[in-house]
């Protein structure tokens, strides 16, 4: 796969685990893992799918006779034990509960259970994102800026965001904070949250899914300054000019990653 494609993995990874993270809650909250997002990270992972009885198995091998296996349920175990152990401790027929051993395994699982939950979910992301080549040069970066400015040219949505997210996710810009959020746009920007609440929102790249407008700003943002969130929020309308605008936001992103790299 060619680093573009495997960036595009990665920002897919990184988006499933976060839909997943969302999902996990305690018991009493009564959320439930959101399996379909979780199914498709553990299909780019080092596990493979099993069933066995009514449980939904991802299993790694490891040296040895012991695997790593995941069980796919609201707990999202790990587990680094035999596939026969998971199903007396996690799916016991009735005889097998008649046994003294198989009852204190049913009961207390600390012996082989490596992560649950949000660990397991790190866990899972991690290996995802290891196994992808992301090595780049500049001239991988220069296609991706170039690509981002012929879909502007030829007002194509779709790749100006694609281009913009790849950028985006070079440099680690994020999502905005709520107070820095805009209907029908799209932006991405460096993210920095103090002890007090704040957050500081910038430089940051901002789409118009109405014009396919784009604006860069380069000047972090406090989201207690609501003078300069409203500022923020007429530059991303076209009320306000912004310094950098159109394809010189991907010569600005192309830049700032070649720059960060050398």
Known sequence: MSFKENLLKKIRINHLARQVQASIGSAES???????????????????????????????????????ILVLDNELPIYETTVEDVLIRKSPYTKEMLSLKNVIKILKDSDVKLSRKEAS??????????????????????????????SLEHGYFEGMLESISLLA???????????FRIRHHESFGAVTEKENGEFLYGPAVILSRIDNALVMIEDPISS???????????????????????????????????NMSS
Do not use: H, N, W
């Open 30 to 68: 009564g959320l439930k893992i959101d399996k379909d997002a979780m199914r498709s990270l553990l299909e780019m992972s080092p596990y493979r799918y099993q069933k066995e009885r009514d449980l939904d198995l991802y299993i790694q091998k490891s040296d040895g006779e012991l695997s790593r």
């Open 121 to 150: 979910l790190e866990s899972v992301q991690i290996e995802c994102i290891d196994s992808l080549d992301l090595t780049y040069g500049p001239s991988d970066i220069e296609a991706i800026a170039k690509e981002g400015t012929d």
């Open 169 to 179: 996710e070079l440099l680690g810009y994020q999502p905005p904070p709520k107070a």
């Open 224 to 258: 207690f300054d609501k003078g300069q969130i409203e500022l923020f929020q007429k530059i991303a309308r076209g009320e306000e000019k912004a310094l950098t605008e159109g394809q010189d936001v991907f010569g600005y992103l192309k830049d700032k990653v070649l």
